[in-house]
Nanobody, 114 residues
Framework: VQLQASGGGLVQTGGSLRLSCAAS????????MGWYRQAPGSQRELVAV???????NYADSVKGRFTISRDNAKNTVYLQMNSLKPEDTAIYYC?????????WGRGTQVTVSS
């Protein structure tokens, strides 16, 4: 299983970024996909998940600002992040729950300047 995340970068407060995660080695359409993040000195936390049937859930801290989506034809999951805040600064990791096993990507850095 390979999960390749991209799209991170440096953005000012209030800006937007879109993260992408391309998956390979799995039947993407039956995997639940998610994004987690980890800030320095903090534990990794769930940001958003989208199930194989398209249901999504979000952390309270990102509700109304972030949108998770998936394109099964491209084996890719996205995280659209709007109205970014400095507290969103973290390494963002793609996650796949596939056949009841968890799989992690390498992560992409998101930095929001104030």
């Amino acid at each position: 299983v390979q999960l390749q995340a991209s799209g991170g970068g440096l953005v000012q407060t209030g800006g937007s970024l879109r993260l992408s995660c391309a998956a390979s080695g799995i039947i993407f359409s039956i995997a639940d996909m998610g994004w987690y993040r980890q800030a320095p000195g903090s534990q990794r936390e769930l940001v958003a998940v989208v199930t194989s049937v398209g249901s999504s859930n979000y952390a309270d801290s990102v509700k109304g600002r972030f949108t998770i989506s998936r394109d099964n034809a491209k084996n890719t999951v996205y995280l659209q992040m709007n109205s970014l805040k400095p507290e969103d600064t973290a390494i963002y990791y793609c996650y796949a729950n596939y056949l009841r096993r968890g799989n992690w990507g390498r992560g992409t850095q998101v930095t929001v300047s104030s």
